[in-house]
C-alpha cells in the first residue's frame, strides 16, 4: 500500500547525492533495520539508509556491534531493500568482514551489492582501513568511511563516548579524513566528534560527502539511529539523538491494554474472530456426530 498524496520518486543515486552537495542542501539519513521500518522511511522521503551494524544492539539485543555477522547483515538488508526501493541503501561491514584483508573487504562489499541490492557499504576506520576502502572502491563499489566513535573498536576507544576532543586527536580525524577520501570514499560518516572538528573536515573536503552523527550542524547531511529517535531502544538514550516520538511508550501501552482485556474476557469481541452459517454448522454437527 503506498500513500497516494506521496508521489513515487525516482531512484536516489549518486549523481542525486552529489547534485544535493552542490546545491548545498542537506541529505537525510537514517539507520533501518526491518522491512515495515523501510517502508515508512521510504514513504517519510528519507534519502540515505543504513542498514547499520548497531542492529545488534538494537535487534538482536547484544551488548556491542562485535557479534554481529555478515548473515545477520545480509537477511536485515534484503527486508530493508524491500520495504525501500528507491532509497539509497548502505550496507554496514560488519566486525571481521573487512578487517582480515583487503580481499577479504572486496568479497564482502560485493555480497552486499549482489545478494542485498545495495547501493553502497560503509566500514569504520581512518588511515589503517583506506587501503580496503580503495580495493573495494576499484571493484566499482561505492564506499563510505566512518570516523571518530567507530562502535567497532569501542574496547580500543574506552567507550561510547566523544572522539577527537584534544587538538592532537582532532588533528588525527582530520587526516584520517583527507585519508579515506584520496582512498575513493566518496562519503564519510562523522560520529561524535565536535562540530568545530567536523566543520574543518567539511571545508576540507573536496568533492567527498561529509555526513555527521552527533557531530553538529555543519557537515552535508545528518544521521540519526532510528531506535534513538523514538525511544526503541530500552538500555540508553545517546544525548546526541533527539526523541521525535515516543513510540516505545505506545507500544508498551497498547501490549499492557491487550494484557488486561484478555484476562478480563473483553478481548476478542465479535469483529475479532470468524463465524460459519448455521447450515453450514448444522451439518458440521451431523458430521462429527
Ligand atoms: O551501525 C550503525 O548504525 C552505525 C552508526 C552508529 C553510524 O554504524
Request: proline fraction near 6%; hydrophobic fraction near 40%.
Amino acid at each position: 500500500m503506498t500513500d497516494p498524496q506521496i508521489p513515487p520518486r525516482k531512484k536516489i543515486t549518486l549523481p542525486y547525492l552529489f547534485k544535493k552537495l552542490a546545491d548545498g542542501e542537506p541529505i537525510t539519513w537514517l539507520t533501518c533495520y526491518d522491512y515495515p521500518t523501510a517502508y515508512l522511511q521510504e514513504q517519510a522521503g528519507i534519502e540515505m539508509i543504513l542498514v547499520g551494524d548497531s542492529l545488534g544492539m538494537t535487534m538482536l539485543g547484544y551488548d556491542s556491534t562485535l557479534p554481529v555477522t555478515m548473515e545477520d547483515m545480509i537477511r536485515h538488508t534484503q527486508a530493508v531493500r524491500r520495504g525501500a526501493p528507491t532509497a539509497f541503501v548502505i550496507g554496514d561491514m560488519p566486525y571481521m568482514s573487512y578487517q582480515p584483508s583487503i580481499e577479504t573487504a572486496i568479497r564482502n562489499a560485493g555480497r552486499f551489492m549482489a545478494e542485498c541490492g545495495c547501493d553502497a557499504i560503509k566500514l569504520e576506520g581512518g588511515a589503517a582501513m583506506a587501503d580496503r576502502i580503495r580495493g573495494i572502491v576499484d571493484a566499482g563499489i561505492p564506499a563510505i568511511g566512518h570516523l571518530g566513535l567507530t562502535p567497532q573498536s569501542v574496547s580500543a576507544l574506552g567507550g561510547f563516548r566523544v572522539q577527537g576532543k584534544s587538538a592532537v586527536l582532532a588533528k588525527k580525524i582530520v587526516d584520517d579524513a583527507k585519508s579515506l577520501e584520496k582512498a575513493g570514499a566518496f562519503a564519510i560518516l562523522l560520529e561524535m566528534v565536535p562540530d568545530r572538528v567536523c566543520k574543518l573536515i567539511t571545508e576540507r573536503a573536496e568533492g567527498c560527502i561529509i555526513m555527521s552523527l552527533g557531530s553538529g550542524p555543519h557537515a552535508h547531511g545528518q544521521l540519526l539511529i532510528y531506535h534513538d529517535m523514538f525511544g526503541l531502544y530500552p538500555k540508553f538514550k545517546p544525548k546526541m539523538a533527539k526523541v521525535y516520538g515516543n513510540a516505545g511508550e505506545v507500544i508498551l501501552n497498547g501490549l499492557k491494554n491487550y494484557q488486561n482485556e484478555v484476562i478480563a474476557k473483553q478481548f476478542p469481541q465479535p469483529e475479532n474472530w470468524f463465524g460459519m452459517t448455521d447450515e453450514e454448522y448444522n451439518e458440521l454437527e451431523k458430521l462429527v456426530g
